[in-house]
Structure formats: structure tokens, C-alpha cells
């Protein structure tokens, strides 16, 4: 019962290098999002995705790139990363109805060096 | 759109005694309200959710949360907290008009001693 498995857990990088951070959900979701938990602002959502082949800006998505080319997969890009970006990030998804809570992975936690 | 204020960052209690975890939300529609509880290295796991009917909701761990909308609160309780309860909590809410976002509060981070 895996639920939704993100990978890598850890990861540092250097300023400017390239990554990407690949969350997939077993639950057959419709939704799927991704968060950054930074000390003391909570989660913040970068992007999220209503379905395969979509998807759309959150709150802070600047720096970060997004595709969900299945739906049980949804890929987190940072093409040039920056120290601003590290963070731990959260991968959720969550059935069509909106009453229904998300179910979150057990987070990569990334360092920009 | 809906925004949610934690109102403690820490709160610090001893075993055995009870506990309350403050949260407020606004919002211009009605919404559903959520507890999540963040383990150290893990992600957010569901307590308990506010959808409607009864506005006193009762969530896995013996915790439990009381929707007030004239005060536009979901405060979460325990009667009595064991050491296994220390941890992150999270306030979430979202729109009944959007699916697509859903806004955590800052958290509160409970430390139970002994």
C-alpha cells in the first residue's frame, strides 16, 4: 500500500544545476500538487495539476517547472536551482471531490549549496 | 481567497494534561477545514475534517476539533496528550467553489514532556 512515494528523499545541489523530483501516486487521483515547507510559513503550493496533461501555477511557482504526462506521475523541475529554493518538498494528490483531503509523500528534502 | 492564522508557533505541554491548538480561517464562501499532523521526517497525515453537519468533529488519536462560523475557528483538542502526540499540526482549509487550493496555516509545533 504505497500511497504516494516521492523520490529522491535527499538531495544537494549546487547553484545553477539542474534537477527533477518525481512523485507518483498509486490512489488513481485525479488531482496532484507540490508543496515546499519552509520553518515557520507552513506548505506553500508551487503547482498542482486537475488531471493528465495539465497543470497550474500555485502560489510561489517561479524557478519550478511542472508536467504530469500520466496520471500517476507528476514531475518537479528546477532548471537553475537557487539557494532560495531550498526547502522540503511535499508531493499530495487527492480524489476529483473537493471534501476529500490530500494524501502527501514523505517529502525530498533539497539544499542549494 | 481563504488564508488560515495558527495562532501559537509552539506549545509546550506536560503528559497526561489537555491541550487546545488554535486556528482561525477567513473566506468569503463556506469551506471545508482540516488537521493534519506532520511526524518528524514524514509527511502530513489526516487527523480529522470539517465538511458540515455537526460542528464538533472527532479524529483518529483521541483528538478532537469544534467548527465555530460566527468566530470562523476549528481549534483542535485533546483531553489528555501522551509524549507519542509531539509533533506538527496543521490547519488547512479549502473553498467549496475551488478544488484546486488549499491553504495551510504556518503550524504549531506541540512538544509533550514528561
Known amino acids: 500500500n504505497a500511497g504516494v512515494t516521492q523520490t529522491p528523499k535527499f538531495r544537494v545541489l549546487k547553484t545553477g544545476q539542474s534537477m527533477t523530483l518525481l512523485c507518483a501516486q498509486d490512489m488513481n487521483h485525479e488531482y496532484m500538487y507540490w508543496y515546499r515547507q519552509d520553518p515557520g510559513m507552513g506548505l506553500r503550493l508551487i503547482h498542482y495539476s486537475v488531471g493528465e496533461g495539465t497543470t497550474a501555477k500555485g502560489e510561489v511557482p517561479d524557478g519550478y517547472n511542472v508536467s504530469r504526462l500520466k496520471k500517476q506521475n507528476f514531475l518537479l523541475g528546477l532548471e537553475s536551482a537557487a539557494p532560495s529554493q531550498t526547502s522540503v518538498y511535499f508531493c499530495?494528490?487527492?480524489?476529483?471531490?473537493?471534501?476529500?483531503?490530500?494524501?502527501f509523500g514523505d517529502g525530498t528534502r533539497l539544499s542549494i549549496l | 481567497a481563504q488564508s488560515v492564522t495558527q495562532l501559537d508557533s509552539q506549545v509546550p505541554v506536560f503528559e497526561e494534561a489537555p491541550v487546545e491548538l488554535r486556528c482561525n480561517y477567513s473566506?468569503?464562501?463556506?469551506?471545508?477545514l482540516f488537521w493534519y499532523v506532520q511526524y518528524p521526517n514524514q509527511g502530513l497525515q489526516l487527523l480529522l475534517k470539517y465538511l458540515s453537519g455537526s460542528t464538533l468533529v472527532k479524529g483518529i488519536n483521541g483528538f478532537e476539533a469544534e467548527f465555530n462560523k460566527s468566530q470562523t475557528s476549528f481549534h483542535l483538542r485533546k483531553p489528555s496528550v501522551h509524549i507519542s502526540d509531539t509533533a506538527e499540526y496543521f490547519c488547512a482549509v479549502s473553498e467549496f467553489n475551488n478544488n484546486n487550493d488549499m491553504r495551510f496555516g504556518a503550524g504549531t509545533r506541540l512538544t509533550v514532556k514528561p
Open positions: 473566506s468569503s464562501v463556506s469551506v471545508y
Open positions: 499530495a494528490s487527492s480524489p476529483f471531490f473537493r471534501d476529500q483531503p490530500q494524501h
